[in-house]
């Protein structure tokens, strides 16, 4: 992956966790965003590993949009800090995340109905070979990406978008995201308005990506897609960080507890979030 130029991400050395491979691949500490008198994100903690799904479940205006864009650097924060391997960053715009190897998959996914398979993957990232497109390479790295991640489904990589699929349209987002050498994916909402064996089918590439060492961030309203795929579950309260925990821990009834009160009496360890 080259660095974009222009791109200005500061640094700093590593911090009491190291850059190790122990320390999270994203850390955030006292993150706050507000927009005029609306406090999105106040003091978020967060911790996104490698190799493992996140969930991040809240309420509607909890915060979960403003806190994947602020990741993603369409946002900059007001307060406190983002570490990258170790290292705070400051992102700037989704060039700078995007450097880092953090992608984002939205729920609109972003696609052109109107271009195939191997154009919206390279839209914009267009390979070139002595002043032309080269076809060939961007239909083998397209090629080589979908098999990787084991999406069979589509018929052929120029098939044109808009013939695809719900849950094909949403394997092709993610492994837009992945083609580009990420290292977190961030996905919003990515089984929304799937059927039953389309949710499966993106499930199932969810966690081939974790399996393959990447880290996920999954926003997710689906308590069963949160408790079929993630290891671990964020729950936003109002902004704040109401609880991390490994979803061994916790049940369906904790986390509503936790998205409409800020905290439940069914986990130990959790106190009220303050509004």
């Known amino acids: 992956m080259t660095t974009s130029p222009g791109t200005d991400l500061a640094e700093s050395g590593p911090g009491p966790d190291g850059a190790g491979a122990a320390a999270p691949l994203l850390s955030l500490r006292g993150v706050s965003k507000s927009f005029g008198a609306v406090r999105a994100l106040v003091d978020v903690d967060l911790d996104v590993p490698a190799g493992q799904v996140t969930a991040l479940a809240g309420d509607n205006g909890a915060g979960k949009s403003v806190l994947i864009k602020t990741i ?16 705070s960053v400051h992102l700037r715009t989704p060039s700078d995340a995007a450097v880092l190897g953090i992608e984002t998959v ?18 914009g990232r267009e390979r070139t070979r002595h ?21 069979t489904t589509v018929r052929s990589i120029r098939q044109p978008v808009v013939s695809l699929s719900g849950g094909q349209r949403q394997s092709v987002a993610i492994a837009k995201a992945v083609l580009w050498n990420s290292k977190l994916v961030i996905m919003d909402e990515p089984t929304a308005a799937l059927g039953v064996a389309q ?22 309203h689906n308590m069963t897609d949160v408790f079929a795929v993630a290891d671990r579950i964020a729950v936003l309260y109002l902004g704040r960080m109401a609880a991390v925990r490994p979803v061994s821990e916790v049940d369906v009834q904790v986390v509503v507890d936790l998205m409409t009160t800020g905290t439940s ?9 303050a509004d």
């Open 106 to 123: 939205y729920q609109d996914l972003a696609l052109c109905d109107n271009l195939d398979i191997v154009q919206n993957m390279f839209l």
């Open 131 to 151: 002043l032309a497109l080269d076809e060939e390479a961007m239909e083998t790295a397209a090629r080589d990406t979908l098999t990787s991640l084991s999406v």
């Open 199 to 220: 949710t499966r089918v993106v499930l199932e590439l969810v966690r081939r990506l974790a399996d393959q060492g990447l880290a996920v961030l999954m926003v997710s």
């Open 72 to 87: 993603s650097g369409t946002h900059t924060p007001d307060h406190g800090e983002i570490r990258w391997e170790g290292r």
């Open 265 to 273: 009496s069914r986990m130990e360890g959790t106190t009220r979030v």
